[in-house]
Nanobody, 115 residues
Framework: QVQLVESGGGLVQTGGSLRLSCAAS????????MNWFRRAPGKERELVAA???????YHTSSVKGRFTISRDDAKNTVYLQMNNLKPEDTAVYYC?????????WGQGTQVTVSS
């Protein structure tokens, strides 16, 4: 079993920054990819960024140049640094661990960007 706990969400003005954290615990050795998803009101959940355990990263086009996914293996934590935030980034952000027998999700953290 893997437990994921997100933190770092909040309310920020347009152009501001936030850093989300996702701390993993339990059987983390099986995790091969850590992902950040988001779900905006009235929209489908979308993949925002991912990082493979060898360090390869992916960022969806709408956040490239603004968001950066990174990891600290010593802390079993994945981060999403979000800069130059826009109102359309408002969503609940979830981290997801894949590669184990089951996929695991965190509880989500709300990010609200005011215009």
């Amino acid at each position: 079993q893997v437990q994921l706990v997100e933190s770092g969400g909040g309310l920020v003005q347009t152009g501001g920054s936030l850093r989300l954290s996702c701390a993993a615990s339990g059987d983390t050795m099986c995790i091969s990819v850590m992902n950040w998803f988001r779900r905006a009101p009235g929209k489908e959940r979308e993949l925002v960024a991912a990082i493979v355990n060898v360090g390869t990263t992916y960022h969806t086009s709408s956040v490239k140049g603004r968001f950066t996914i990174s990891r600290d293996d010593a802390k079993n934590t994945v981060y999403l640094q979000m800069n130059n935030l826009k109102p359309e980034d408002t969503a609940v952000y979830y981290c997801k661990a894949t590669g184990c027998e089951y996929d695991y999700w965190g509880q989500g953290t709300q990010v609200t960007v005011s215009s």
